[in-house]
């Protein structure tokens, strides 16, 4: 796809070995599939179809999963998982007085002011995802191929959006938006609040997390950024996690996000809010809150969740990070969330290590 690749203006050090190291053969973690105990990398291989797998502990290098052939340096998109990331942004613009979460998405986005239902929409269900937004089959189709994940596309994503005449919402908050155009909303407003695009802010956000690959934005053919069109190398994943944990434990003005941010998506959310069935099928005690999941209703732990298997767990409590990319068959399946679930859980506890494996 068409897009701009952002390389960082530093390299920081290689991360630091973990002094217990975590080995995929000895490891033992439940198979979903049957409840068997199976290794590390069986689940890896045959449940969750990864491609890497790069776990921190306290900063440190834990784990380092590579399949045959995969580079862990080559930037793969992240396609919903770059919402969460998008919401972020728009979550430190509100700290520092860029724009009002109960104002109208319309005060951010006036080249939409003409349109009703948007009048009544604040940007707060926007960056919670629950606008209650509806789109047909034949709105997300044109979606795909205006944005070019599809062929046929005519005007590009955004003078698409423009010229919609209608915008059906439902009466309530429900909306479970997880993909589809509404993100596409989202990216124009985070570009607005900032008043600069999306490359520039990926320069930035690569700074804040001390990348060390190229990163890539992806764009439509009028060369406007997509919402789903983030791609970082899997080691710069991992970092974005860390950076999470540290904007927890340091908050200051310079951290990935604002303190009150990163507690709410720390802690367990209301679980009987509308959620998107691919989270759901993490578990029914999985929540919801500004694009990111929360599996199991204690302790505090966050999750972006991506498609195909590639996600990024945050345990706040342990400070572990677990990136994952994965090219898994079914975009959401149950097994393999249940897989997922189970590796964040198994690979974050204390006993979880393997002191003869250096």
């Known amino acids: 796809m068409p897009g701009v690749s952002i390389a960082p203006t530093t390299t920081p050090p290689a991360r630091p070995a973990a002094a217990q190291r975590l080995d995929p053969d000895r490891l033992l973690v439940t198979d979903p599939a049957d409840g068997t105990r199976q290794s590390l990398r069986f689940l890896l291989e045959n449940r969750i179809d990864a ?28 396609l919903e998982a770059t919402r969460p990331i998008l919401v972020t942004q728009l979550a430190r613009a509100a700290a520092e007085g860029r724009l009002a979460r109960e104002k109208a998405i319309t005060r ?71 993909t589809g155009p509404e993100g596409e909303l989202l990216l124009w407003a985070t570009e607005k609040a900032w ?32 919402a789903d069109g983030l791609a970082l190398s899997l080691g710069d994943f991992a970092s974005l996690g860390q950076a999470f944990l540290d904007a927890r434990n340091r908050p200051g003005q310079r951290a990935l996000a604002p303190a009150w941010f990163v507690d709410t998506i720390a802690n367990p959310s209301d679980t009987n809010d509308a ?21 199991g209703h204690r302790g505090h732990r966050t999750a972006i969740i991506g498609a195909y298997g590639t996600s990024l767990y945050v345990d706040f409590d342990y400070g572990t990070v677990i990136a994952v990319f994965a090219s898994h068959a079914e975009r959401h399946s149950p097994l393999l969330m249940a897989s997922l679930r189970n590796l964040w859980e198994e690979a974050t506890r204390p006993g979880g290590t393997d002191s003869g494996h250096r």
């Open 195 to 226: 008043k600069k695009s999306a490359p520039e802010l990926l320069c930035e956000l690569q700074g804040t997390i001390r990348a060390r690959n190229t990163a890539f934005w992806a764009t439509d053919t009028t060369g406007t950024p997509l």
């Open 108 to 178: 951010l986005l006036p080249e939409l002011s003409g349109v009703r239902e948007l009048g009544k929409l604040s940007l707060q269900r926007l960056l919670a995802g629950r606008t209650g937004l509806q789109w047909s089959e034949a709105d997300i189709a044109r979606w795909q191929q205006e944005a070019g994940w599809a062929p046929g596309g005519r005007t590009g994503v955004r003078a698409w959006l423009d010229a919609r005449t209608s915008w059906p919402r439902t009466s309530g908050e429900t909306g479970v938006d997880l």
């Open 51 to 78: 491609d890497g797998v790069v776990i921190l502990r306290r900063g440190k290098l834990a784990l380092d999963y590579r399949r045959s052939g995969f580079d862990p340096a080559q930037p793969r998109l992240l």
């Open 275 to 295: 959620t998107p069935a691919g989270i759901r099928a993490l578990g029914p005690d999985t929540g919801w809150q500004y694009r990111f999941a929360h599996p």
